[in-house]
């Protein structure tokens, strides 16, 4: 697998691209996944440069997911991107986790989460 590149493929040429495997690829390929262990996940995951053992829980408090910000604000998401001045289908796919978010967005958003009022209140006065 070493010596595969990676492409950029549209979601047609995925979808045309899996119907073609034959029942035996799919086969080998699930048994592939079936006998992937925590470990292996935990070493892949040190080989692409991130440490497993490193994030804290405060780590993961840092980031809220668009949807709950959405859900307190009790707006829609054609009004969430608009206040946050992105594309709508950038504001789907953030909700989607289609895309990772930048690191500015995800403070925006805890406080956001956090402080609403305040947020809500410099936002409009800076649009």
């Known amino acids: 697998m ?5 492409t950029r ?8 691209q ?3 495997r ?4 799919v086969a080998e390929a699930r048994k592939r996944y079936d006998e992937t262990t925590e ?7 040190r080989e692409d440069g ?3 053992e490193r994030e804290s829980s405060a780590d993961a408090r840092r980031t809220v997911p668009v949807k709950l910000v959405r859900e307190k604000l009790r707006m829609t998401q054609a009004e969430l991107a608009a206040l946050l001045h992105v594309p709508l289908g950038t504001l789907r796919n953030w909700e989607q986790n289609r895309f990772s978010i930048d690191p500015a967005v995800q ?21």
């Open 18 to 20: 899996l119907a073609r």
């Open 2 to 6: 070493a010596d595969r590149k990676l």
């Open 50 to 52: 991130y440490d497993p």
């Open 9 to 16: 493929m549209t979601p047609k040429e995925i979808k045309a």
């Open 22 to 25: 034959t029942p035996r690829a």
């Open 107 to 127: 403070a925006l958003l805890l406080v956001l989460y956090r402080e609403p009022e305040a947020a809500l209140r410099a936002l409009r006065h800076a649009a």
């Open 39 to 45: 470990e292996d996940i935990r070493r892949h995951m």
